[in-house]
């Protein structure tokens, strides 16, 4: 039997990056699984690499109607929620004084609405005793030039998880968040970047990391379920999953 064997997991973000390798250890380990995404091919992808162990829903996390949806194919597919992963995010890298509206507005859409109301609208199919996890970013922390507006969006979540953290008590649900710094994914953590940005980026992370190197998908991955399942007297916590850069070592 495996160690989720029986759980039932919501993976809003699942279909690439840090949210795919999160369906994935979930899978392995028996649990039923549904999970999100609104880009077309990458939701075809993992179909394709998946096959029936997961429900791939598309659904665009900027719209509440779609939120509606996601909580009627959770009533279908799985009947309610042990763990419910919210991973949505997209980033515009720009300083302040050069940020547009248009991406400001798309981010905290996505990032900040997007979350909120995914949680919201699937609260009542919670289990008491399950627990939510929020991704963040070291951005909150670090101040890093150019992301204003992304650290914003990321650290109104970390807010809300603290508040809804404390509002779920009576029904012992833990809500914690995962907050990773440099990691391999796709993307970089830098969706609106070019190929280009995105590997100059990559070197000064490793520079300034004080581990030296990305951390990995899988990385992360296990800090998400930790959080999920092993960390029954935890509620109300961020990790940091940056290899120190979020703690200011040296």
Do not use: C, W
Not at 38 to 45: F, H, I, R, V
Request: aromatic share 6%; net charge negative; glycine share 16%.
């Amino acid at each position: 039997m495996g160690v989720y064997e029986g759980r039932r997991a919501v993976v809003v973000g699942g279909t690439h990056g840090i949210g795919l390798g999160v369906v994935e250890d979930l899978l392995a380990g028996g649990a039923r699984v549904l999970l999100t995404g609104n880009n077309g091919k990458n939701l075809e992808a993992v179909r394709e690499r998946l096959g029936p162990a997961a429900h791939a829903l598309r659904a665009d996390a900027a719209r509440v109607a779609d939120a509606d949806l996601l909580a009627g194919a959770v009533r279908e597919h799985l009947g309610g929620i042990d763990l419910l992963h919210v991973n949505v995010g997209v980033s515009d890298f720009a300083p302040v004084a050069e940020a547009a509206e248009e991406s400001f507005d798309r981010m905290f859409a996505v990032n900040t609405k997007g979350a909120f109301f995914s949680v919201q609208r699937l609260l009542p199919l919670m289990a008491d005793g399950g627990a939510i996890v929020f991704t963040t970013s070291v951005t909150n922390l670090t101040g890093s030039a150019g992301m204003g507006v992304y650290s914003g969006t990321k650290a109104a979540v970390g807010a809300f998880s603290r508040v809804l953290a404390s509002e779920l008590l009576p029904r012992g649900i833990r809500v914690n968040s995962v907050a990773p710094g440099f990691v391999h994914t796709p993307s970089g953590g830098f969706t609106g970047a070019t190929e280009a940005e995105r590997e100059e980026m990559g070197r000064m992370g490793d520079e300034i990391t004080p581990m030296k190197r990305h951390g990995t998908i899988a990385e992360v991955a296990r800090a998400v379920l930790f959080l999920g399942f092993d960390a029954t007297f935890t509620t109300g916590a961020e990790l940091p999953v940056d290899g120190g850069l979020g703690q200011g070592l040296q």
